[in-house]
């Protein structure tokens, strides 16, 4: 960190530029490169903290040094308080570069004087938030000041486009002036930005609050300033290192041909590399290159941009370069691909250069007058595609008659019969139309032709009548508890039950009568069915549920409602019948009990559990280690307790700052230095706190420090 201290005196390297070189130093006092108009604020972090005392403005001085005295601001909104350098300041200072991740670094001008040529960032307040706009990523140099506390309302005007976001502005336009001055000399540096203008991070326009912050204009010098909008969201107004490749022209076909390649980056940058594929570039070290094919480039090719940033990391960006393809072969249809005998058809193959058929011909069409599956391969430089077309033989027509409803009918009510599978149709009625209309039950039939022959049809058209609704049930109508039912109705079209459901099928889970009315064409019918309940609601007790090896154990049964039936299983593979059982474990341990009860085929269960402890046990302890080492090496990896006898235990596990990282709830229960997160906990001393029960009945609560050392 003090190397950088050392090398800001010779020169800061420019966020705008686009190498390592210095940076263009101003000819005037100062020039403004951009505003955090809509700064972020983070209430949880920083209580209390508002947006006006987060924002900043970032300018480079010319090529006089400038005391902090000697600068004064023109404020949109508030009055200029003067800046300062004090405790508060370096405090400010000192918290911002712990934020750090890049290789950039914040200081303050030294004895008060900011030299000529510098990168200047100034915040509206000693009173910022240092989580609200992030540094993580800075890769450049900055100086930074403060403007004196005192103004907490904003300093500049948020857009006004409203709470709607938009693909353009609404807002009217609304101009606001920031000026900056060097006193001594009166020069200053005047910059305007457009509120209606000020983008969100979507890139469009207006929003909530949250969507738009971020929002900055930045500044072009040197001449009259040209001002643009963006928005990186929350963090402080310096340019990320962005790329992309913004155009390319040709393709990779087979290992051949060559893509003129365009890339573009933003931020400063050192030095830029193409790579990848198995061919060239014309230029590997230029934004514009020629990539040409290697003998390798038979399928998708990858290239990568890569640009190395001031940090010496590259950023970089993967590109899949445009390709030809193998030929989307298609077969169409002159003709019928039904025949009839003696018929034929043309079959033409599109969309390669070359085609070779199932029949071995070589032209790009064939006639044929057989029926079967013709196929063709077609072929260009990049591959082979292929298409098939089915020829069937056709006879006499198939027909089918689709009436327009039920082909039952009611008084008074008609139905349409449709003939179709022909060319041409003639009824039993004599009509020669595809369709007619019908008002009496009868047989109806048809005689279709075609170029082939001709073919027939029939339906039966019945007199209706209103339904006969009838319920059918999935098992017996009785449930037991947590049982469910399936009742389906019958006999009708649509259906409503008094339920409410229009189903065909409802399922009940409750006892109760149910029913339903059925609708057809013709009218309504109703049917209903009753179904009753059961109810077992199995518990036991016992006259111990500890002790010392042999113990007996008398449990009895205490359900409610006793069942018909009660049978146990005591959890040492021996099982038992009767509402009152008694039962000797001879081996300690610790024993599962379920019993289950049965009355009108609905059975329930409930479980316990028995403790049988050894007469050579002797009395419970347990203890936790004071240091592990969790570094790989098989040796004390993890934290145990050394415990004996325990019934019950809970080991909260806390780091310095008093977050809970860890939970044991069981005697042979590791802790692996995780968090709940997943994340490795870092070295040094934590916490605990021991709460735990023996089956002797002593009690543990204890507290104390563990060492983690990696």
């Not at 393709?251 to 390649?261: A, D, F, R, T």
């Not at 209706?464 to 059918?472: A, F, H, L, N, R």
């Not at 019958?490 to 065909?504: I, R």
């Amino acid at each position: 960190m003090h190397l950088r201290i050392a090398l800001v005196a010779l020169c800061l390297p420019a966020i705008l530029a686009t190498t390592n070189t210095c940076a263009q130093i101003p000819t005037q006092c100062l020039e403004i490169e951009s505003i955090l108009v809509d700064a972020c604020i983070d209430l949880a972090a920083c209580p209390g903290a508002s947006e006006g005392q987060n924002e900043m403005v970032r300018f480079r001085t010319g090529p006089l040094p400038i005391a902090l005295d000697e600068i004064a601001a023109e404020w949109p909104n508030n009055s200029w308080n003067g800046l300062v350098q004090n405790v508060a300041t370096s405090d400010l200072t000192t918290a911002l570069n712990a934020t750090i991740q890049g290789c950039g670094w914040l200081l303050e001008p030294p004895a008060g004087i900011i030299p000529p040529g510098s990168q200047v960032l100034m915040v509206t307040s000693t009173i910022m938030c240092v989580a609200a706009n992030s540094f993580a990523n800075l890769s450049d140099t900055l100086f930074i000041v403060f403007q004196a506390p005192g103004n907490t309302s904003g300093h500049f005007a948020n857009h006004n486009n409203g709470g709607t976001v938009s693909p353009v502005p609404v807002g009217a336009t609304s101009l606001r002036m920031l000026v900056l001055s060097y006193l001594p000399s009166s020069c200053s540096d005047t910059v305007y930005y457009d509120r209606s203008l000020l983008t969100n991070t979507l890139g469009s326009y207006g929003g909530g609050a949250a969507l738009n912050d971020g929002a900055t204009a930045q500044f072009s010098w040197p001449g009259p300033a040209v001002v643009s909008y963006v928005n990186y969201g929350c963090q402080a107004p310096f340019e990320p290192l962005l790329v992309e490749v913004t155009d390319a022209v040709g393709s990779i076909c087979n290992g051949s041909g060559n893509v003129l390649l365009t890339g573009s980056i933003t931020g400063a940058y050192e030095t830029v590399l193409w790579q990848g594929g198995t061919g060239s570039f014309s230029d590997p070290t230029s934004l514009t290159t020629a990539y040409i094919a290697g003998a390798g480039d038979t399928g998708p090719v990858v290239v990568q941009l890569c640009a190395i940033g001031s940090c010496g990391a590259p950023v970089c960006i993967d590109f899949t370069l445009p390709g030809g393809s193998a030929p989307f072969v298609s077969i169409s249809v002159n003709g019928p691909i039904t025949l009839c005998p003696g018929e034929s058809v043309t079959l033409t193959a599109s969309g390669a250069d070359t085609y070779l058929w199932s029949t071995q011909e070589s032209s790009a069409s064939i006639t044929v007058s057989t029926p079967g599956t013709y196929s063709v391969v077609g072929t260009n430089a990049c591959g082979n595609g292929s298409a098939q077309q089915m020829v069937t033989a056709a006879t006499g027509p198939t027909v089918v008659i689709t009436p327009n409803g039920p082909t039952s009918l009611c008084p008074g009510d008609a139905i349409t019969l449709t003939a179709s599978g022909a060319d041409s149709y003639l009824w039993n009625t004599q009509e020669p139309t595809p369709s007619i209309t019908v008002t009496q039950a009868g047989t109806y039939s048809v005689t279709g032709t075609n170029s082939c022959g001709t073919g027939g049809a029939q339906i039966i058209i019945t007199e209706g009548s209103d339904p006969e609704v009838g319920i059918t049930a999935s098992g017996p109508l009785r449930l037991c508890p947590g049982q469910s039912l399936t009742l389906s109705a019958s006999g009708a079209v649509s259906y409503v039950w008094n339920t409410q459901a229009t189903s065909t099928s409802i399922t009940v889970t409750q006892p109760g009568v149910y029913s339903v009315t059925g609708t057809n064409a013709c009218g309504t019918g109703t049917a209903s069915v009753g179904v009753i309940g059961v109810v077992l609601d199995a518990a036991f007790s016992t006259d111990v549920t500890t002790g010392v090896s042999p113990l007996t154990v008398t449990f009895t049964e205490t359900s409610p409602a006793p069942g018909i039936s009660t049978t146990w299983q005591f959890g040492d593979n021996s099982n038992g019948v009767g509402q009152t059982i008694a039962h000797t474990y001879t081996q300690p341990g610790t024993y599962t009990v379920i019993m289950t009860i049965t009355d009108q085929g609905c059975t329930d269960t409930a479980t316990g559990q028995i403790i049988v402890i050894s007469n050579a046990t002797g009395p419970s302890s347990v203890t936790v280690p004071n240091v592990f080492t969790p570094n790989g090496d098989g040796v004390n990896d993890q934290l145990r307790m050394d415990a004996t006898g325990l019934n019950s235990v809970t080991l909260r596990i806390f780091n310095r700052y008093g977050q809970q990282v860890a939970l044991l709830e069981r005697a042979q229960q590791s802790w692996d230095a995780r968090t709940f997160a997943g994340e490795i906990a870092s070295e040094g001393t934590y916490f605990y706190i021991l709460n735990a029960e023996g089956i002797d009945g002593k009690e543990f609560e204890e507290s104390g420090h563990i060492t983690l050392l990696r």
